[in-house]
């Protein structure tokens, strides 16, 4: 930096080029000069954008076990967090209680994972910079493990609740009914509630705060639903021995397993790159007034008449603009609400409908090719072209609703093949591995955006004028480049075996077996 820190006066804020988080810059603000007992000249650096997390605990090579201890490690690859999916796949498959062995996972892990959800999000006023970080550590990493805890014995259900393919099918539809309405209060209703909450006090803490704990109510009570109301059907063959090393062997050879695998990690790493990315494309490739044209079309500009009923729902909800300045927000949350609609209707229509007619395979392969072009259309409307960017957010969102509940129906299929050839089965295990593909995608996904950003050139800061060469990395990350990753999904599926006669056929065989007393 050209000018000396301590020049500054405090407050100052200073973007440090050298470091990127996420592909952007640091933004620090000088919090302190001239402290007592500090070197002279030395100035206190603060961020309100990131803070810096040791959430892993790997011993790298060079890196004493005392240092681990006391600083941590980032490294995701070597970390022993990353084992925790696995661990609880074998664990609530050797779970025994009257329950079941993943019901009582749900139930008991339900209330302890909102408390840490909130906690995660809950400022409690520590102002000493080390305690925040640490305070942010460990809230963050007991959120993460009770997910883990809570997540994959639910995941597990799935497998476990019929073996009838048309039930399964029909589970799996419903299931995702509920997330996708999930998903489209959480990402369209998530900002206009902060910023609600926040009011005019202007502290958007508090804003986090309520609308987190909201939905932290609304998570507890419908946990607590799925446990009364999930029942386990499907149980290991009665003469099958408690085998840890056998369970991962047969896991790891199993062929349908290691295509799901594949494929989840790949569409999960695309989802989290072309969520982010079309955050960045709304903020700084659509043309505000175009974009605020388009709300004021579909009536969500505010007006001195806007007095109706509908009028004053959306209000309450932030979804009413007031100037083009403020587009962004309201375009970007109803462009999420808009897919996750579609997504919604999607799942009732076609998912079942079109996996019981045509097979879950055959289904998914069309589905995602579809995905995959729709998503790489976005490269070609120009920036005012608002309303085709709307209605490619519809096909993509129609093409991709009935993979939604179908990939878990499809790792349920993994679990009954596996029992299918080895005459064991670990429900948990197989979904386990899933379970981490999936959020091994979803943090490679945000990584690999971040590079992608940092190497086109993208400068972060509100109201900071990108270079052309970044406008063309936002668009080229919203658009050929999650494409391209989609199709490896596709790929993947064309070595994924069970298909619809395939599974018909292993479904009665399996149902033959259950029924001996000595199976």
Known sequence: MAQSLNALAVGALVKDTGTLYNGKPIIWKIADKGHTGYPSGAVTLITERIISLKCFDAIESGNSDGNRRSYGNNRWTLSNVRQLDPTVGILSDRTKSKWGKYRPWVLWTALPFMVFYILAFYNPGIEDKGLVALYATISYTLLMTLYSFNNTPYASLGGV??????????????????????????????????????????????GWLCTISLFAVIGLIFLIITFFSARERITPPTNQKTDTKQDIKDVFKNIPWRAMFILTLFIFTTLAMWGSAMNYYFENYVDASALYAFLDKIGLVATEA???????????????????????????????????LVQFFGVILLSSFLANRYGKKRVFIICLALTALFTAFFYFPNETDVET?????????????????????????????????????????????????????????????????????????????????????????????????????????????????????????????????DY
């Open 161 to 206: 609740m019929t073996s009838d393919i048309k039930e399964r099918n029909s589970i799996t539809s419903i299931r995702f009914v509920a997330a996708t309405i999930a998903q489209f209060i959480v990402q369209g209703l998530t900002l206009p509630l902060v910023s609600k909450f926040t009011g005019e006090s202007g502290d958007k803490g508090h």
């Open 306 to 340: 806007g007095d109706g009923i509908g009028y004053s729902i959306l209000n309450a909800f932030g979804l009413i603009v007031s100037s083009p300045d403020k587009a962004y927000e309201v375009g970007f949350g109803v462009f999420n609400m808009l897919g996750a």
């Open 389 to 517: 960017m709307f209605v490619l957010n519809f096909l993509k969102s129609l093409a991709y609703a009935p993979t939604v509940p179908l990939l878990w129906a499809m790792i349920a299929d993994v679990a009954d093949h596996s029992e299918y050839v080895n005459h064991r089965r670990a429900t948990g295990f197989v979904f386990a591995g899933v379970v981490f593909a999936l959020k091994a995608g979803l943090g490679i996904g945000s990584a690999i955006l971040g590079f992608l950003l940092s190497g086109f050139g993208y400068v972060s800061g509100a109201g900071t004028e990108q270079v052309d060469s970044a406008i063309q990395g936002i668009v080229l990350s919203s658009s050929l480049i999650p494409a391209a990753t989609f199709f490896v999904g596709v790929i993947a599926l064309y070595f994924y075996p069970i298909t619809k006669e395939y599974n018909e056929h292993m479904q009665a065989e399996l149902k033959e077996r259950r029924s001996k007393a």
